[in-house]
T-cell receptor, first 114, second 110 residues
Framework: EAQVTQNPRYLITVTGKKLTVTCSQNMNHEYMSWYRQDPGLGLRQIYYSMNVEVTDKGDVPEGYKVSRKEKRNFPLILESPSPNQTSLYFC?????????????FGSGTQLSVL | ELKVEQNPLFLSMQEGKNYTIYCNYSTTSDRLYWYRQDPGKSLESLFVLLSNGAVKQEGRLMASLDTKARLSTLHITAAVHDLSATYFCAVKTSGSRLTFGEGTQLTVNP
């Protein structure tokens, strides 16, 4: 089944403790991206990647890192999480963003930073 | 800085009625997307609009794009309860950034 898989689904952590949220897709998509969703703010893009080893900042990249060493994986890293990073996070992928390809979203990761 | 504004943010309508959700954006773009999100769920892609005058329809939903006016509309025809969800538009800008609107929470009442 074609899908975007995020893990974990829920995560509670403390300020400053490094964490990684994994994202994997099995559709051989070139484009992958991360978003955070906060009430009243819609979704905001954190980082995106056009292909392996090619990443770029979205609208809210501060406090986050990403890597794209393999085509299928695009982990989101919080080196030193803070309470203002408490949010619902979504990973998404598409074949590209140059044509009419749709984005496929993961199920989301609800992160709480205490 | 790109701004994407949806109107209205909350919409309560009766089954069988028609309504339109508007998405305005502040800078040039060649691609606009519409998504649906059910409560507690992920997002589902509805439409990708690529050019001025583009119109796409699926079931009771029809989306259109006017790049000159920087406006997209999502028209709902004869609403049914199953359409209750939050609808987002998103605009592709420089590079491959995607900027989303705040979302329109639609409730269709019997």
């Amino acid at each position: 089944e074609a899908q975007v898989t995020q893990n974990p689904r829920y995560l509670i952590t403390v300020t400053g403790k490094k964490l990684t949220v994994t994202c994997s897709q099995n559709m051989n998509h070139e484009y992958m991206s991360w978003y955070r969703q906060d009430p009243g703010l819609g979704l905001r893009q954190i980082y995106y990647s056009m292909n392996v080893e090619v990443t770029d900042k979205g609208d809210v990249p501060e406090g986050y890192k990403v890597s794209r060493k393999e085509k299928r994986n695009f982990p989101l890293i919080l080196e030193s999480p803070s309470p203002n990073q408490t949010s619902l996070y979504f990973c998404a992928s598409s074949l590209s963003v140059q044509g009419n390809e749709k984005l496929f979203f993961g199920s989301g990761t609800q992160l709480s930073v205490l | 800085e790109l701004k994407v504004e949806q109107n209205p943010l909350f919409l309560s309508m009766q089954e069988g009625k028609n309504y339109t959700i508007y998405c305005n954006y502040s800078t040039t773009s060649d691609r606009l997307y519409w998504y649906r999100q059910d409560p507690g769920k992920s997002l589902e892609s509805l439409f990708v609009l690529l050019s001025n005058g583009a119109v796409k329809q699926e079931g009771r939903l029809m989306a259109s794009l006017d790049t000159k006016a920087r406006l997209s509309t999502l028209h709902i025809t004869a609403a049914v309860h199953d359409l209750s969800a939050t609808y987002f538009c998103a605009v592709k800008t420089s590079g491959s950034r995607l900027t989303f609107g705040e979302g329109t929470q639609l409730t269709v009442n019997p």
